[in-house]
């Protein structure tokens, strides 16, 4: 074959939208090449957040686009996830940011003070699967949060310990009582999403056919017994609700309704919780002090979480057999990370022009507990920055002169 034949056939697979083996589709992004233009900086329409390999791999192998035709190695990542994966042109990439909130917040504060990006009109999808409250939702269940509460921010007694009257061994911080505002916030308790955007991702997520198996669908029907648990004995659907962060992976219905008083409790009443995982406020912590440094905007954030597990038991199942059992969700929870994320996607991306690189002005707060990037929320002390930005001052730091001795 000569050389020119064979510049043609890899320009025409190119052309074509092959990548790596896979064969574009009609339905499929345009293939454009990243770097076309001047500024030589990644600068994503979405970008996908994951927190371990099955959440990172639901994006793999799709035919609407290929978020492994770049990979771009970006130092501060995960040790186990060193590289972003994006698109041909660069309009949709992806991370898997590890594991807990150490790994989530120190992973996005990477990428969100890397120069290979330009992140100020990024919308960012957290994209992950969840245990979830069977008061509101069932296995295989897409939820999307307005509010995320670091819920296991709290004192904690040994629950053989706890006072008497103490449901748990969870105390707000400088309370005395379960029930007590915190009196000491740290700021990253509670996080407040655009909900104008919510509502937005809500639609274009109920196109989507969600998957669902036999295993999930006799699980899910051991809660029918309670009427509370309506909603867990239904099929998978798409649901607006909050969620729960904690480090620790708990399960039961005692701490269950210690963490759903707690959203409650520290959003003033607002917080419908439901799902529960480990890395949303790292992740949302991350981004606003990315949006404080002026490189993210943080009205552009979406949390979405699927639903792999019962954060509770059944009638009659005790909590161990709740942690250590079967998890029939587990799967249809990945598959519907992407049967539900794509349609936002695929939205944002399409209607990009004419609606999503303007922004969704939203209606609400959106912010943390502090007030941090202006406004004041309904929720804690209100702005502790009098309604203003908190101000990111950048100084310039000399040593001292040198007052003698050796070099």
């Not at 949060?145 to 009257?165: C, H, M, S």
Request: aromatic share 10%; proline share 7%.
């Amino acid at each position: 074959m000569s050389w020119t034949l064979a510049v043609v056939l890899l320009v025409s697979l190119v052309q074509l939208g092959y990548n790596g083996g896979r064969a574009g589709t009609a339905a499929a992004l345009p293939v454009r090449h990243w770097g076309d233009g001047k500024d030589t900086k990644i600068a994503p329409k979405v970008f996908i957040l994951g927190m371990f390999e099955d959440e990172g791999s639901a994006w793999h192998n799709i035919p609407e686009f290929d978020v492994l035709a770049r990979n771009i190695t970006v130092p501060g990542l995960s040790p186990r996830f060193p590289s972003v994966h994006c698109t041909l042109a660069g309009d949709v990439c992806q991370l898997v940011a590890g594991e807990g909130e150490i790994n989530a917040a120190a992973s996005l504060t990477a990428l969100a003070l890397s120069p290979l990006f330009s992140l100020t009109k990024t919308y960012f999808l957290i994209a992950g699967i969840a245990g979830v409250s069977p008061r509101a939702a069932t296995l295989g269940s897409a939820t999307f949060a307005r509010f995320a509460v670091q819920v296991a921010l709290q004192y904690e007694f040994d629950a053989r310990e706890r006072p008497p009257g103490f449901p748990t061994g969870y105390v707000p911080q400088g309370a005395s009582a379960p029930g007590e505002y915190p009196r000491t916030l740290y700021g990253t308790e509670v996080f407040e999403l655009n909900d104008a955007l919510r509502q937005r991702a809500l639609g274009m997520a109920r196109t989507a056919v969600l998957a669902d198996d036999a295993p999930s669908q006799a699980y899910r029907a051991r809660y029918a017994a309670r009427p509370e648990f309506a909603a867990a004995a239904g099929p998978p659907g798409v649901v607006a609700c909050d969620t729960a962060t904690a480090d620790t992976f708990w399960t039961g219905a005692l701490l269950a309704a210690a963490f759903e008083n707690a959203a409650r409790l520290f959003t003033n009443g607002s917080a419908a919780y439901c799902s529960a995982q480990q890395e949303d406020n790292a992740v949302l912590g991350a981004l606003l002090r990315g949006a404080l440094a002026g490189r993210v905007d943080f009205a552009r954030v979406v949390v979405m979480r699927t639903a792999s597990d019962f954060d509770r038991p059944f009638p009659g199942q005790s909590a161990a057999a709740n942690l250590f059992g079967d998890t029939p969700g587990f799967g249809i929870a990945v598959e519907n990370i992407r049967a539900a994320g794509v349609p936002v996607v695929m939205g944002i991306v399409e209607h990009w022009e004419d609606t999503f690189e303007a922004g969704v002005e939203p209606s609400n707060y959106v912010g943390d507990i502090y007030g941090s990037l202006g406004g004041a929320p309904d929720y804690g002390p209100g702005s502790l920055f009098g309604g203003k930005k908190a101000l990111v001052e950048q100084r310039e730091q000399r040593l001292p002169p040198r007052t003698g001795g050796a070099d």
